[in-house]
């Protein structure tokens, strides 16, 4: 099992920026393909952005491409989320989550049930 662990939400004003870290500990001696999703009250889990498990190759939501980033140091075990041009609606609990099968097909990334270990989640909030 891995552990994982999420800081650095907060309240920002639209159009401000944030950067998100995922620790990871315990059973990391091999890195993981890696996810962020994020839950607005009432709604369902979504997808944000995903990085392989070397960090050369990332994918994204479409309501995020080309305003977030995911970029890893596997040297700390850490993943980061960089988030610039934030919007109201990307107010919502956003959650890592690590695959620890190493073969993630391209139709699974998206998925919630892909991942098999998430963290507590942080609080993001953008007022507009």
């Known amino acids: 099992q891995v552990q994982l662990g999420e800081s650095g939400g907060g309240l920002v004003q639209a159009g401000g920026s944030l950067r998100l870290s995922c620790a990871a500990s315990?059973?990391?001696?091999?890195?993981?393909?890696m996810g962020w999703f994020r839950q607005a009250p009432g709604k369902e889990r979504e997808f944000v952005a995903a990085i392989s498990r070397s960090g050369s190759n990332t994918y994204y939501a479409d309501t995020v491409k080309g305003r977030f980033t995911i970029s890893r140091d596997n040297a700390k075990n850490t993943v980061y989320l960089q988030m610039n041009i934030l919007k109201p609606e990307d107010t919502a609990v956003y959650f890592c989550?690590?695959?620890?099968?190493?073969?993630?097909?391209?139709?699974?990334?998206?998925?919630?049930?892909?991942?098999?270990?998430w963290g507590q989640g942080t609080q993001v909030t953008v007022s507009s």
């Open positions: 315990g059973r990391t001696r091999s890195s993981y393909f």
């Open positions: 989550a690590a695959r620890l099968d190493p073969v993630v097909l391209s139709t699974q990334i998206t998925r919630v049930s892909t991942y098999d270990n």
